[in-house]
């Protein structure tokens, strides 16, 4: 049932209609998040099959010492990778006719199956472009979600040879940010852990306005008893503090090894190079 309702979300998605197909397929999903034991039976939800991580895109994180910037992370897959393929636009900003960011700023996928995609155009670019693209997409406010995800072999009809590295560059549109928020976060964590070492803390200039509430792609944020109150759920993308009119959010980096750790995971995971 889950896989029937995605799969017709899927197809209105690549042909950019049908937002009534999709709200059903949410539906569906949200019935069947309640399902006991579905994370050790359907490969989406396996930590074995997926691990990905969101990398904040605040220009403001408290770096101390030589820590890099999370999205040093995203250039080391980029500059090993075997393959790099752009793909041509976003089938969720597409098929949800999105006004608010670009259309054309795809997923980045990369290593040898990446030139295996079927289910949407694509083109394989160098180093620099791949970089050029993935600043082009912070720079447009949209979120990198890095690493393993077992969704996206059926996404782009490639068999799942743990051998395709996928980078999107997510929105409220978009499938990752959209049914996250109704996967219980025992579920969430081990297929979608937060960076190691970093924080996201509400100070005392917060006024309670729900900004960054509103604006949490997967719910993880209320305002209770008129202050901000970041949740369980919170993977850590940093767009609330960007959002924050009162600068009352501040995200840091406390663990220098943060790269390594990340990077030697989601390698565990896949083969891009």
Not at 184 to 189: A, D, M, N
Not at 200 to 221: L, N, P, Q
Request: contains cysteine.
């Amino acid at each position: 049932m889950i896989m029937a309702e995605v799969s017709r979300s899927d197809g209105a998605i690549r042909k950019g209609l049908g937002k009534g197909i999709v709200r059903a397929a949410e539906f569906t999903l949200r019935a069947a998040m309640k399902m006991p034991g579905l994370n050790r039976v359907h490969p989406w939800l396996r930590p074995e099959k997926s691990e990905m991580r969101w990398l904040p895109i605040n220009a403001d994180i408290s770096m101390p010492g030589d820590i890099p910037m999370p999205l040093a992370l995203l250039e080391r897959f980029i500059e090993e990778a075997s393959h790099r393929v752009i793909v041509d636009y976003c089938g969720c900003r597409e098929g949800w006719k999105c006004n608010h960011y670009p259309r054309d700023i795809g997923c980045l996928m990369m290593g040898d199956d990446a030139l295996l995609i079927k289910r949407f155009p694509g083109h394989e670019v160098g180093v620099e472009e791949a970089k050029a693209h993935a600043r082009k997409a912070v720079e447009a406010g949209l979120v990198p979600v890095v690493g393993k995800a077992r969704v996206d072999n059926f996404i782009f009809d490639v068999k799942d040879r743990s051998r395709m590295l996928t980078t999107c560059f997510c929105c409220e549109c978009c499938c990752i940010t959209r049914y996250t928020r109704y996967v219980p976060v025992e579920w969430l964590e081990p297929i979608q852990p937060r960076l190691e070492g970093i924080s996201i803390t509400v100070g005392e200039a917060c006024t309670g306005c729900g900004k960054c509430a509103r604006h949490c792609y997967i719910e993880a944020i209320e305002v209770v008893d008129g202050r901000a109150a970041i949740g369980d759920r919170c993977r850590a993308c940093g767009r609330c503090a960007t959002v924050c009119p009162e600068n009352a959010i501040e995200i840091r980096m406390d663990d220098p090894e943060f790269l390594e750790k990340a990077y030697a995971k989601i390698r565990a995971h896949v083969k891009f190079d």
